[in-house]
């Protein structure tokens, strides 16, 4: 709330939609790496959010070049390096979160406790983890920022709701 005051004494509006995500963030990084990413308190994305956000992009076209064989190699010749520098820096960003987690002592139950108890039973690799983590903060933090911000659009938009809450 100190946030929206801020940044409403500076313009006349503000883009709930992207504090909604960094709260999203915020909240489902600390629940998954036991440390918040601070998008909140700095009020712009961290590295590690536009990493996902970008790898998002790469993780969808890069897997795309292998179905179409034979010429996967010179469609995959054809994505920019940009794009597949993002994937190294995504999965080393990812790598390294994961890592300072698992070094963490702690007895809270949050995602990667439940990931690491899992991964210890079936003996899965560091980037399996990594991959999981990524998925849960990912689609926890979008979905969930982009349904308050509906129902936000929607009780101003509908003056009886807005009454009956």
Wanted: hydrophobic share 40%.
């Amino acid at each position: 709330m100190e946030q929206f005051e801020k940044q409403s004494a500076h313009s006349r509006s503000v883009d709930v939609r992207k504090w909604f995500t960094f709260s999203m963030f915020d909240i489902n990084s600390d629940f998954g790496f036991h440390e918040d990413m601070g998008c909140v308190e700095n009020g712009v994305y961290h590295d590690w959010v536009k990493f996902v956000m970008d790898y998002f992009y790469a993780a969808t076209l890069l897997p795309q070049c292998h179905k179409f064989w034979p010429l996967s190699r010179l469609l995959a010749l054809c994505i920019p390096e940009s794009t597949r520098k993002m994937q190294v820096n995504h999965n080393d960003a990812s790598l390294k979160r994961v890592r300072k987690r698992m070094g963490t002592d702690t007895d809270r139950h949050d995602f990667m406790h439940y990931f690491l108890k899992q991964a210890k039973k079936e003996q899965l690799s560091n980037e399996v983890l990594v991959a999981q983590a990524t998925v849960v903060i990912l689609a926890g933090s979008e979905t969930s920022s982009v349904a308050e911000t509906a129902a936000v659009y929607h009780i101003l938009t509908h003056p009886d709701i807005y009454k009956k809450l």
